[in-house]
């Protein structure tokens, strides 16, 4: 009993080091938001980079959640900005994406 104990723990533990959380840029690319936007260049959309730099310093996460999940026009030229809704983005992996936006 103990060795089976023992086996068990260890495969839970070696399951857990493979288990990763997927990153920003992941998210995005599973996502598909990196068929608009790019990390240094305008696509569609504008620069990762660039929204970083307009928004560096200030505290906007809770501002642009929504203004992403909704899409629509804006800021950022005549084209609008299609929404995200939850079954194309998930609200944990949308704040994950737009931290690391941010963080650029």
Known sequence: MKIVKSVL???LALLSFCVQ???GEEIMTKSG?????TKDKK???PALK???A???GQ???????????AGGPGVWGPIPMSPNP???????DLKTAVEWILKL
């Open 9 to 11: 723990v260890a495969s």
């Open 21 to 23: 959380a997927a990153t």
């Open 59 to 69: 505290d906007v996460l809770a501002k642009l959640l929504p203004k992403v999940r």
């Open 54 to 56: 307009k928004y560096k």
């Open 33 to 37: 938001c990196m068929a608009c936007h």
């Open 50 to 52: 660039d929204i970083a």
């Open 43 to 45: 696509l569609v959309g």
């Open 86 to 92: 939850v079954e194309k983005i998930s609200d944990a």
